[in-house]
């Protein structure tokens, strides 16, 4: 496999533990997400991915290599086809809770504060720095408060209960990026105690930006 | 089953959707996103969902009522407990490329022009009129412009061959919200067929917002 990712960026770093979770490899090719103004936007990539959006995943079968885009697609698809180390609970009820609370934080609070969304309040309607941010904290706080309240419900050692899942999957990278942006986080003590939890761990710590080979 | 939900709202519309598709009946509860500063602001309201969004689904088991939050979350949900009529393709390949669809909406388009974001927009960032539908707009198309060559490459009656999936359901009410703010659609030519094929079919139909009790 072949994965397309940045160091930076959330949603290829969701689908770095995913990969590591389940014990798999991919050759990781760097697509920079600034340099050049973004080579995600360059030809060769939108062949890839349309979206011009990392990560895109490059797997393949007996009929050749096919490309996968959007990070849960891709690490459910990892799920289904790598069933080892499942990063979804069996019971259908608790997974579409582990399935909200990872889409509370990619559909609700990743989607409005990452690069592209930041890049057009500025570049386009003019925002200066402080409203800016002020923008970001707004949606970090706006999902983590009710991201919190859904924890002190189901939280154990990781987000759901004890064992890892999609929801840790999603939370770890927003939290590298709410703490990126000075985002105060002390109003969420079960958050930051899941965090520093996944953190503890092998596959998550080898997925961090910093390890990366591209990191800089 | 109780759907919480409001009938512009375009996550409820792909739940009601989802349910009519498996031909399931849910008592449908309106929560008004605009009437006295938005219901799902409530207090009772917020007990069902801290995120302050719907749609909400009550279901109950064995041990009573249980409530799932975020529209992905609960037609996957809707789709493991009544397999009837799945809405994804078997083959995991595929299943990952219809959730890419989806989620390419979902976690692209939707996120930056759902209502609460336009407020936003207008009454803490000062953006006026005009730079807001800029902003609608903008989304709009960059998310469609990406969809739409995926659609060349795997739409045939509906956006994956002649199956209506989970891509279909997100798809129709993002063009119903399209429409509403005066977006030009003639440059997708996939997804306009796409639509007027969903639009053809009853389960859509019964679904479409102004068909709702509480459409106004």
Known sequence: MKLYG???????????????????????????????????????????????????????????????????????????????????????????????MAQSIACEIHPLDNLRVLQYLVNEMGVDESKKMDWYHHWIHLGFNALESQLSLHAGQYCFGDQVTLADICLVPQVYNAQRFNVDLQAYPHIMRVWQNCNKLDDFIQAAPEQQDDAC
Do not use: M
């Open 6 to 100: 940045y160091w930076r960026s959330s949603a290829a770093y969701r689908v770095r533990i995913a990969l590591n979770l389940k014990q798999l490899t991919a050759e990781h090719i760097s697509v920079h997400l600034v340099k050049n103004g973004g080579e995600q936007h360059s030809k060769d990539f939108e062949k890839l991915n349309p979206q011009h959006l990392v990560p895109a995943l490059v797997d393949n079968n007996n009929q050749g290599e096919f490309c996968l885009t959007q990070s849960l697609a891709i690490i459910e698809y990892l799920e289904e086809k790598y069933p080892q180390q499942a990063i979804l609970p069996a019971n259908i009820e608790d997974k579409a809770i582990v399935r909200a």
